[in-house]
C-alpha cells in the first residue's frame, strides 16, 4: 500500500530540494557588499521618502490593466480550448463575448497611450 505514494514522495522530496538548493547555494556563494543604494527601499520606480500625497502618473495603473488583460486571457484560453468539442457553440459564443470585453479594454488602453512608453 505504501509503495503507492512512493512516487508522491519522490515528488514532494524533488519539489523541495529543487527549490531550497538555489537559496541555500545563492547563500553561501554570494559576494556580501551592503551598500546605501542597496540596502535602500524602493518601489513602483518612487523614492520611499518622499510625501505620500505626491502626484504620480497614471501609466503605472494602465500597464496593471494591461497585464491583467492578457494575463486573464491566456488563463482562460487553455482550459476553454481542451473542452471546446464537450461544450459546444454555447462555450464558443460565451469565449467570443469575454474576448471582445478584453478588447474593448485593450483598445482603452491602447487609446490612453499605456502602449507607448517615454
Do not use: H, T
Request: proline share 4%; glycine share 8%.
Amino acid at each position: 500500500m505504501l509503495e503507492n505514494y512512493l512516487p508522491i514522495m519522490i515528488f514532494i522530496i524533488m519539489g523541495v530540494v529543487f527549490g531550497v538548493a538555489p537559496i541555500v547555494v545563492g547563500k553561501v556563494l554570494a559576494v556580501n557588499r551592503p551598500d546605501q543604494a542597496k540596502l535602500s527601499p524602493y518601489e513602483c520606480g518612487f523614492e520611499a521618502f518622499e510625501d505620500s500625497r505626491m502626484k504620480f502618473d497614471v501609466r503605472f495603473y494602465l500597464v496593471a490593466i494591461l497585464f491583467i488583460i492578457f494575463d486573464l486571457e491566456i488563463a482562460f484560453l487553455f482550459p476553454w480550448a481542451v473542452v471546446l468539442q464537450d461544450i459546444g457553440m454555447f462555450g464558443f459564443l460565451a469565449m467570443v463575448v469575454f474576448l471582445g470585453i478584453l478588447v474593448v479594454g485593450f483598445i482603452y488602453e491602447w487609446k490612453r497611450g499605456a502602449l507607448e512608453w517615454e
